[in-house]
């Protein structure tokens, strides 16, 4: 099986740090039978932090990514649905009329901590949901800036740092955990905008075409 090769353009560090864990993480794994390397890479040089999730900045780093890097591997971009979603710096509109040339996106939504929450489960994710729904702060349908929430996402993930994570952070059980939450994700989409992804979905799909067996239930 040839190894299949994703180069992501990402919004900010906290997104870069957490494909250096996944990476770090698959390279660990036991290679399959019929693989002689890894069957699976996520590629995300310093170059390829866009700093920010507006459209405008993200077309930009993306078009630098593939011009140095021509068609070898795909080039995905993973970014936060926040600015979108409230159509900040007319994100949503650029989006909508974005040209063949540029990929559908891979959103976090609606930004990094929310999918950062997804990897937990009992207490501590309820906690987080809690927070972010109908009797919390409604986040998750009209959401928040990071400096109104910044607070209570310290005090739910005490561990949480933005722009790093724990050497460990990435796992088969936070994976799993991940995997089992795909569905909790918020789906409030205003400006009904067409081809909006989930970076979460497709994560869980490349490890599970290239390790078929690593998040099945047992």
Known sequence: MPTVRHIIVCEGESEWAYLQRLQAFIEDQEVPPNCFEAPLRFISPVSAIAKTGSFGKIKTTYNKTRKTNGKRCSIQVWTDFDLY????????????????????????????????????????LNEWRDYGGPGGRRHFTAPLHARDYKSEMERIFPGYKKGGLPPDFVSKASLQNLKNNLHLQPESTPHNLQDVN???????????QAYPTMLSSE
């Open 85 to 124: 979603h409230r159509n900040d710096n007319h994100c949503a509109e650029h989006y909508a009329q974005k040209t063949a040339g540029i990929p559908d996106f891979l959103f976090s939504f609606h930004n990094f901590e929310d999918f950062y929450a997804l990897h937990f489960d009992g207490a501590t």
């Open 198 to 208: 989930s970076f979460a979905a497709f994560l869980i799909r490349q490890i599970e």
